[in-house]
């Protein structure tokens, strides 16, 4: 994509975690009447009012995926509609229906319409015979779980598009994401952000996963600057396009817990397993090495627990303040 020129611009699954707070945070960098918004659902809410303007979109139809491109004289699309870890376990079929058959349409889409295409993908790509700390860019993925199959097939698929069709492609392989804007949607690290909403709503938390199950994090300022970063980055420098390792920080529910309790002493958390999330978990990395991206595009991601933690908590109180808070 570069830096130059004014681009037209299509988000998919808009209405998702990330979806939502990306369309914003293009609408104010290119300007709303550059960015087209999209999701299955209708946006009843109007959470993405002033974001740009809003179509309803299937990404599993190419015609009507096609058309929105064609109309809109789209130049990038960032495609963000999928099911999570979690919500795709209880339905692998329909995961790999909308994972696999929505990307290809957005890949056969940007090759014959000359789009730019950044797709995420996950911690979820790596599986238990990976290297579980300083887990390498490059390395043996063979994940156990539907998500993550579709992630490895997603990322290969797009480096096939780029190599052989020229495509742009490019993503980021993101740990779980921690947001005050979104609620959870089915993914296996959404504890991270269900600990503080019922910190702040009820001081005490049941988590589902065990006390020292250590994950890779970031906070959703850090998820949306690396999908900005690495699509604004110079093409030359990019060796590792499409499954960049990104991270911010690493922490168990116990260490979180122990960063909420430096604000709110009274904070208690108990635990009760879920053996699927667990068994997702187990096979994800305890931290990964970002230097790829670092040294590519200049990742630099801009909070750690402490940070993050204390933000965090200051939107959620005044949220609670305001009667807004509700989990």
């Known amino acids: 994509m570069g830096k130059t020129g004014k681009k037209r611009i299509l988000v998919t699954g808009s209405l998702g975690q990330i979806g939502s707070e990306l369309a914003f945070a293009l609408s104010e960098r290119y300007g709303a009447g550059n960015l087209i918004t999209s999701d299955i659902r209708d946006d009843d809410g109007g959470k993405l009012d002033g974001s740009g303007r809003f179509v309803k979109l299937d990404v599993l139809s190419q015609e009507s995926f096609a058309a929105v491109v064609k109309k809109e004289k789209i130049d990038v699309i960032y495609h963000l509609a999928a099911l999570l870890s979690a919500v795709a376990e209880a339905e692998p079929q329909k995961a790999w229906l909308i994972n696999m058959e929505g990307l290809y349409n957005a890949l056969e889409i940007s090759r014959m319409h000359g789009c730019s ?7 979820g790509a790596f599986g238990p015979d990976t290297p579980l700390d300083n887990t390498p860019q490059d390395t043996v993925m063979r994940p156990h779980s539907m998500y993550g199959v579709t992630k490895v097939s997603g990322e290969l698929l797009c480096d096939y598009y780029n190599l052989r069709y020229g495509i742009d492609t490019r993503g980021v392989r993101y740990p779980g994401i921690i947001s005050h804007g979104t609620l959870p949607g089915g993914g296996t690290t959404d504890y991270a952000v269900e600990i503080y909403y019922k910190a702040v709503l009820d001081k005490k938390y049941v988590c589902y996963l065990d006390p020292d199950t250590s994950l ?35 922490f168990t529910p116990v260490e979180i817990a122990a960063e909420i309790g430096r604000h709110i002493p009274e904070f208690e958390i108990a635990f009760d397993n879920d053996p699927v ?51």
């Open 216 to 250: 890779d994090m970031m906070y959703m300022p850090d998820a949306i600057k690396a999908a900005i970063d690495l699509m604004e980055a110079d093409e030359a420098g990019l060796k590792h396009r499409n499954a960049f390792n990104v991270t911010a920080m690493h």
């Open 277 to 327: 999330r667990q068994r997702i978990a187990d096979s994800w990395p305890n931290y990964m090495d970002d230097s790829a991206a670092r040294e590519e595009w200049g990742w630099n991601p801009e909070y750690d627990l402490r940070s993050m933690t204390a933000d965090m908590l200051k939107v959620l109180g005044e949220k609670k303040i305001n009667g807004e808070l509700d989990l």
């Open 117 to 123: 295409l950044f797709v995420p993908s996950s911690i």
